[in-house]
């Protein structure tokens, strides 16, 4: 795909404020905005790029992963997951497809911390997102959790007879990232009820629930 001089320029310009010692989540964002067009229909760029602009989703590769365990818990199968890849997608994915479309457009690769650091924005951007379905097991906004070790995206709703369930999307490594967050030694993903937010300020990178509580 083709890319003129001026987005070009823009992609440069919203990758060096990522790379950056203080961005937040919203750079990323803007990030995200200008490189899908350049990314594969099944690459993990385009993927998130997508949900992000349209924050309620009907079709793509998410939409066919939550339809699988949609399926799955619907009352009286026998194994409740199946053959589904858990989580769906990790950091590591997300680090190979950035760096396959920086390629494209003629950019520096990026490395394994700043990827990670991104996909725990993407994580935060996507909380609350929606995925429609005409199934029976509804799923509600996607919630965010957090453990010691890790940093999850999670589709959540309720089964016949009122059970909740829930489900992992994406995952980043917590590299001590939390804050207003006693998880230091949490093993189990601990789910935020408030709005989170991610960024850097003076190169440390952290995630924070704020005092808006998450729509359901």
């Not at 590591?92 to 650091?117: C, K, M, P, W, Y």
């Not at 189990?188 to 300020?201: E, G, K, L, M, R």
């Amino acid at each position: 795909m083709n890319i003129d001089g001026k987005e070009h320029f823009l992609i440069e310009e919203a990758l060096s404020c990522v790379r950056s010692d203080a961005f937040t989540e919203l750079d990323v964002l803007a990030l995200l905005m200008l490189l899908r067009r350049h990314a594969s229909q099944d690459s993990a760029v385009r993927e998130f790029g997508d949900f992000i602009a349209h924050r309620e989703r009907d079709r793509g590769l998410l939409q066919k992963y939550v339809a699988l365990w949609q399926s799955a818990l619907l009352p009286n199968r026998i194994n409740p997951i199946g053959n589904i890849e858990v989580p769906a997608l990790t950091s590591t994915d997300l680090h190979a497809s950035f760096n396959d479309v920086l390629v494209q457009v003629g950019l520096e690769q990026i490395e394994e911390e700043l990827a990670n650091r991104i996909t725990v924005c993407i994580i935060s951007l996507l909380q609350a997102v929606r995925v429609k379905s005409q199934m029976r097991v509804a799923v509600q906004g996607f919630e965010v959790a957090m453990s010691s070790n890790y940093i999850f995206l999670r589709g959540h709703g309720v089964v016949a007879g009122g059970h909740t369930f829930a489900f992992p999307i994406l995952s980043a490594f917590n590299r001590g990232y939390e804050r207003s967050l006693s998880i230091m030694s949490v093993a189990a993903p601990i789910t935020c009820d408030h709005i989170v937010q991610a960024f850097c300020s003076r190169g440390k990178f952290e995630i924070a629930q704020t005092s808006r509580i998450t729509p359901h």
